[in-house]
C-alpha cells in the first residue's frame, strides 16, 4: 500500500519562539488546537485527547521525537474506529526574526481505510489545513471566535429568508452601519461583496452552502470604491477568516440561529455589541406575522 502523505505549509509572521510554544504549551494550543489534559513531549510517553466535549474519536499519540525549538513528532492512532497507525510531525523554521514557518507533516493516513470515509486522507488535508491556515494564524494573529446565538419563534425557512433576501438584511445589520447591503446571488461557490454606501467593503466566498440550514464565508480582502483590492501586509493578517450562520430547528415553529465569526482585535468588543442588536432584529423580523 502506497504511504499516503498530508502536508500543510504556512508562513506566519511571528518569531519561530512564538510557533514553538504556540504548538508545544497546553496554555496556547488549547486556545485554537484541542484541549489534551495530559499532553507531554517527553520521547516515548503517550498522550490522548478527544475532538469535542462529546468526547467524540479519541486519539491515542506515543511521542516519537523532539528537537527543541523546531520538531515534534508523535504517532496518530484512533483506537476505538481503526487498527491503522499514523505520524504527524510539526517542524519549525525561523525565516528571520519576526518571521517563521510551519510544516505539518502526516505520514500514512491510508492505514485508517478501515474506519470509513471520515478518516480519507481528503478530510485529513481540509482538517489540518482549516487547524493551521485559519485556527493557528487566528491565534498567533489575536483573531478571536466569537459565538452568538439567539431562539426564534419561527420556521428555520422564515429566519432563513430574514437573514438573506437583501431587503431584510439591510434592516438586521443597521446596528454595523447604516446602509450596509451586500451584492451577489448567495449560493455554493458564490462571490459576494459585503458593501457600505460609500463603496467600501469587504469580498468573500461562499465555501460552503446547505439552504435553510448553513452557510460559512470565508473572507478574503478589502474593497475600496467598489472594487476588489489585492492582498496586502494588513488584510493577509485576516484573509480566510470565516463568518457562519447555522439554523438549527428546536420544534416546527422554533429555530436556534448561532453565529460564529472570526474577528480581529480591534472589532472584538464592537462586535460583541452589535451583533446581539442584529439577532434582536432577526427574531424581531422573523417573527412578525408568523
Avoid at 466535549?53 to 511521542?63: G, N, P, Q, S
Wanted: charged share 25%; proline share 3%; aromatic share 14%.
Amino acid at each position: 500500500m502506497t504511504n499516503t502523505i498530508v502536508k500543510t505549509i504556512m508562513e506566519f509572521d511571528v518569531p519561530a519562539r512564538d510557533l514553538w510554544d504556540a504548538i508545544t504549551n497546553p496554555s496556547h494550543f488549547k486556545k485554537w488546537y484541542f484541549h489534551i489534559p495530559h499532553f507531554t513531549t517527553t520521547v516515548g510517553e503517550s498522550f490522548d485527547f478527544y475532538e469535542s466535549e462529546a468526547r467524540k474519536f479519541r486519539h491515542h499519540c506515543t511521542v516519537l521525537e523532539l528537537e527543541k525549538g523546531r520538531k515534534f513528532v508523535h504517532t496518530w492512532e484512533h483506537p476505538e474506529q481503526s487498527k491503522g497507525s499514523s505520524v504527524v510531525s510539526w517542524l519549525i523554521e525561523p525565516i528571520d526574526e519576526k518571521h517563521s514557518k510551519l510544516t505539518l507533516t502526516h505520514e500514512g493516513v491510508e492505514s485508517f481505510s478501515d474506519a470509513g470515509s471520515n478518516f480519507s486522507a481528503e478530510n485529513y488535508q481540509m482538517g489540518w489545513d482549516a487547524i493551521i491556515k485559519t485556527s493557528l494564524r487566528n491565534y498567533l494573529y489575536l483573531i478571536e471566535k466569537l459565538h452568538f446565538s439567539i431562539n426564534i419563534n419561527a420556521t428555520k425557512e422564515k429566519v432563513w429568508r430574514t437573514l438573506w433576501e437583501k431587503d431584510s438584511y439591510k434592516i438586521w445589520t443597521l446596528p454595523f452601519g447604516e446602509g450596509s447591503y451586500y451584492s451577489g446571488d448567495l449560493g455554493p461557490n458564490a462571490r459576494i461583496h459585503f458593501l457600505m454606501p460609500d463603496g467600501n467593503g469587504m469580498y468573500s466566498d461562499v465555501v460552503f452552502f446547505r439552504e435553510n440550514e448553513l452557510v460559512v464565508f470565508k473572507h478574503i480582502g478589502d474593497i475600496n470604491n467598489f472594487q476588489e483590492q489585492e492582498i496586502n501586509e494588513e488584510t493577509k493578517r485576516w484573509t480566510g477568516a470565516f463568518e457562519i450562520y447555522r439554523l438549527v430547528e428546536i420544534n416546527a415553529n422554533t429555530t436556534e440561529l448561532e453565529v460564529e465569526v472570526d474577528v480581529t482585535d480591534p472589532h472584538i468588543e464592537f462586535m460583541k455589541k452589535r451583533f446581539p442588536k442584529s439577532l434582536e432584529k432577526v427574531k424581531e423580523l422573523s417573527e412578525t406575522n408568523n
